[in-house]
């Protein structure tokens, strides 16, 4: 079974800070992606950062980089220079694409605060 | 570019009453879904649909729930004789390949 597992329920940093989210994962396929959504406080969802499995280098979009470690199937972010904007639910997704099912598979959350 | 979007915002209704939801996809992606999410957790998946077919249906999905995507475009989710366990968010989301992109949601509350 494909799982996705988050194990900080919730964490808070200064602002300005840098702040690593954790994220494991399992599952049999070769070919998959894995996502980090964002869903600030009721607003909606927003990707963050995607990476492929296939690739070795780990994706960055602006203040945002993952550390992939496929062996481990650990999917971790790091957010730098946190932002009070940063604040929000932060949800790590696996996708298997191929075949008839692309549904998400989500951890269950990190709540992350920004403190001023 | 205009994301997803969803009608209407909220919806509040009295257990037993029918609710329909509705979802316009970003143009031109053919992929479309329904995830509900309730307070504090991850979405849970509904079903997906690749142009207008129905192609995966998740088991939490009763008989009291069904979706359609009559021409690939739009999609509606209705809930018949709602129960208070079906207060939520119910979210939809669209892709053209494999990035998902989620509407601002739907949130419905049973009284």
């Known amino acids: 079974a494909q799982t996705v597992t988050q194990s900080q329920p919730e964490m808070s940093v200064q602002e300005a800070e840098t702040v690593t989210l954790s994220c494991t994962y399992d599952t049999s396929e070769s070919n998959y992606y894995l996502f980090w959504y964002k869903q600030p406080p009721s607003r909606q969802m927003i990707l963050v950062i995607r990476q492929e499995a296939y690739k070795q280098q780990n994706a960055t979009e602006n203040r945002f980089s993952v550390n992939f470690q496929k062996a481990a199937k650990s999917f971790s972010l790091k957010i730098s220079d946190s932002q009070l904007g940063d604040t929000a639910m932060y949800f790590c997704a696996l996708l298997h694409p191929g075949g008839s099912n692309y549904q998400l598979i989500w951890g269950a959350g990190t709540k992350l605060i920004i403190k001023p | 570019d205009t994301g997803v979007s969803q009608d209407p915002r909220h919806k509040i209704t009295k257990r037993g009453q029918n609710v329909t939801f509705r979802c316009d996809p970003i143009?031109?992606?053919?992929?479309l879904y329904w995830y509900r999410q309730t307070l504090g957790q991850g979405p849970e998946f509904l079903t997906y649909?690749?142009?207008?077919?129905?192609?995966?249906k998740s088991r939490l999905l009763s008989d009291r729930f069904s979706a359609e995507r009559p021409k690939g475009s739009f999609s509606t989710l209705e809930i018949q004789r709602t129960e208070q366990g079906d207060s939520a968010m119910y979210l939809c989301a669209s892709s053209r390949v494999n990035e998902q992109f989620f509407g601002p949601g739907t949130r419905l509350t049973v009284l």
């Open positions: 649909f690749q142009n207008e077919a129905q192609l995966e």
């Open positions: 143009s031109e992606h053919n992929r």
